[in-house]
């Protein structure tokens, strides 16, 4: 070995054949070891110590080089901070089955983006596939539910077409995604995409700390707008839309019954049918759910647990009955709903809350000419001009309640319960 130069600016040989530049009797940083790592100072057991420093801060080996274990400890901590919590079940059941997960963060794939979720809204779909069995194709355990989910975009994976999202924009998130390349996604129907997934569903959804969703399924949430007011919108607005306007073809004039006019789904729909000039008769299963109905505008409010829905229905109509009903409870109103409708009447269903049988005298709906019509998934298309038709109207979603992520379990009980009046959420 020789020394070159010992305290001032210079070259300094060594055993190793490496050279190492001084500066002020310091080694550079950046100088590579033959051990493929940048290290303060590597040797072996035969080279001298630095002037500098003792012999036993030598960094003789590369897994013990400072630089190296300095690395591996912000890989780690960096590891660590990218977990996050997710309520998730791993067996069907009951809200027990509900736990609070650590797993690691999603990763945005090609044309998908990161959300750090700011509210989560609940809907009956979370209970029913909780409860199981699974209701949707290609349902997996465990799962994480949420459909309707607002939040902010923090990364963008590889783009694959032209979008003005950015991070940092606030979002609100349609939960349908379908494969974009099957014959019926080509020609427009994309609800009715066999291989279609739906956040909250079948893929990860908003019960946890950030969800990942296709770019192509975010819209900008307008300045002035909170993100829980947006996180409750997409299920039940573009529900209660499809099935008031694209299935039940509703007109002006024309008197529909609503069941379950607290419920949020028939919060949108009671607002959507005053908006265009439909007559309004709701039902509600508690009385003290009848003034919040009548406030968002329905004309006769019926209480189910005091009153008979078809005779007080054929009282509001003169005995003719209505053009239009709207169900998605299932058999508990089904019968009430088919003996309400006018001749040539039409009911509407969509949901299932208390079953997915019923029975109908089908001598009577022939002989009358009632239309039975199930409402479908809406398409891609019509998000948009549904949520423009929200946001510049004077259309509001009541709040019933919200709860801390972790408090998922609680949630799910009040919705369970039916004291919920307006929607339930989910904060983080």
């Known amino acids: 070995m020789s ?37 303060r100072r590597h040797g072996s057991r035969q080279q001298t110590p630095h002037p500098r420093r003792p012999r036993r ?17 912000r890989r780690k901590t960096e590891r660590a901070e ?31 983006a990161l959300i750090r979720v700011g509210a989560c809204s609940l809907n009956h779909l979370d209970v029913l596939q909780r409860r199981g069995p699974a209701l949707i194709p290609g349902f997996a355990l465990p799962h ?55 956040i909250g569903g079948t893929i990860p959804g908003g019960y946890a700390e950030y969800v990942v969703a296709p770019v192509a399924n975010l819209h900008p949430v307008p300045n002035g707008r909170d993100l829980v007011e947006a996180a409750v919108l997409p299920t039940i607005w573009m529900t209660a839309h499809h099935a008031l ?20 789904v028939s919060t949108a729909a009671i607002q959507l049918a005053c908006a265009v000039g439909l007559r309004v008769i709701s039902t509600v299963g508690r009385p003290e759910k009848a003034d919040y109905v009548r406030k968002l505008g329905a004309d006769v409010v019926i209480d189910t647990s005091t009153e008979d829905v078809v005779a007080a229905v054929r009282e509001a109509t003169g005995g003719r009955g209505v ?45 009358f000419g009632l239309q039975l019509l ?36 609680a949630a799910q009980e009040h919705l369970e319960s039916r004291r919920a009046t307006g929607k339930v959420v989910l904060r983080p």
């Open 323 to 367: 053009e239009l009903v709207l169900d998605h409870v299932g058999p508990a109103t089904w019968a009430a709903g088919v003996f309400s409708l006018a001749p040539r009447g039409r009911l509407v269903f969509f949901g299932n809350t208390t079953g997915h049988i019923v029975e109908t005298d089908i001598v009577y709906a022939y002989h």
């Open 57 to 73: 801060q030598l960094w003789r080996r590369n897994p013990r080089c400072m630089p190296v274990r300095r690395a591996a400890a």
């Open 3 to 39: 020394r070159n130069a010992e305290h001032g600016t210079g070259i300094t040989s060594y055993n190793a054949g490496e050279r190492h530049a001084l500066q002020d009797g310091v080694p550079n940083l950046l100088t590579r070891c033959r051990f493929g790592a940048y290290c």
């Open 374 to 409: 199930g409402s479908d998934p809406y398409d891609r298309a019509e998000f948009a001009p549904v949520l423009d038709l929200y946001w510049n109207s004077n259309f509001s979603t009541p709040i019933d309640s919200e709860f801390a992520l972790t408090d998922a379990r």
């Open 144 to 198: 994480t539910a949420g459909m309707d989910v607002a939040g902010v975009v923090e990364a963008l994976g590889e783009p694959t077409g032209a979008h003005t999202i950015t991070p940092g924009t606030r979002v609100v998130v349609n939960p349908a995604v379908p494969c974009d390349s099957c014959e019926t996604c080509r020609s427009g129907h994309d609800g009715h995409c066999p291989a279609a997934a739906v």
């Open 82 to 112: 990218r977990m996050m919590r997710a309520v998730r079940h791993h067996v069907h059941g009951g809200p027990e089955t509900l736990v609070v997960d650590d797993i690691p963060v999603p990763e945005p794939g090609p044309g998908e």
């Open 245 to 264: 306007h694209v299935t039940g073809r509703a007109a002006a004039g024309e008197t529909v019954l609503i069941h379950a006019g607290a419920s949020g």
